[in-house]
């Protein structure tokens, strides 16, 4: 079966990131100045690479104190917006490097199916994906086969139907 061609961009990656403060560290207005820096280290490495390898830093925050004392979408000081939450219900947010241009979309040919044959499967008999997980399979082969991502399929059988 042929495809059309389709227009995509390169892939973008996000730095994951986790950070752990001491108990004597915790509570002491310490957690913008530590996003801050790792912002910086993170866009400074990146952007020193001679093809920068992400658009920003995603990070699940694990704090109930943080989640409590900044429960705004965006966070103004450290450029962080909350995006959902994880399969394990803590907020998920997302900061963009702002010096981090995007590529224009490039045309390419699809000649096959995806080359998950799972997905393959679902896609070509009339599913769409429906929801992605973020960490949802973080065993070492769920993180080496797709980052950790699984996915939800959604068929609409009115559409399936032989008629």
């Known amino acids: 079966m042929d495809r059309p061609a389709v227009s995509t961009g390169p892939a ?12 004597k560290h ?14 910086t280290a993170l866009r400074d490495y990146n952007l ?21 004392r900044y429960p705004e979408a965006f966070w103004d000081a450290t ?11 803590l907020p998920v947010r997302v900061h963009y490097f702002t010096d981090f241009k995007l590529q224009p979309p490039v045309r390419i040919e699809r000649t ?32 080496k086969r797709s980052l950790g991502l699984m996915v939800n399929y959604f068929y609409k059988l009115s559409d399936n139907r032989d008629t």
């Open 26 to 39: 915790r509570r002491n207005n310490t957690s913008i100045p530590i996003m801050q820096a790792t912002q």
């Open 12 to 23: 973008y990656i996000f730095f994951a990131t986790a950070t752990f403060c001491a108990e």
């Open 79 to 89: 450029k962080f917006g909350f995006i959902g939450y994880s399969p394990r219900g």
């Open 112 to 143: 096959q199916g995806a080359s998950d044959s799972v997905a393959n499967f679902h896609l070509t008999n009339g599913a769409r994906i429906e929801q992605i997980h973020w960490m949802g399979d973080h065993s070492q082969q769920g993180m």
């Open 48 to 68: 020193g690479l001679p093809k920068p390898e992400a658009i920003g830093i995603i990070v699940e925050i694990e704090s109930t104190y943080i989640n409590q």
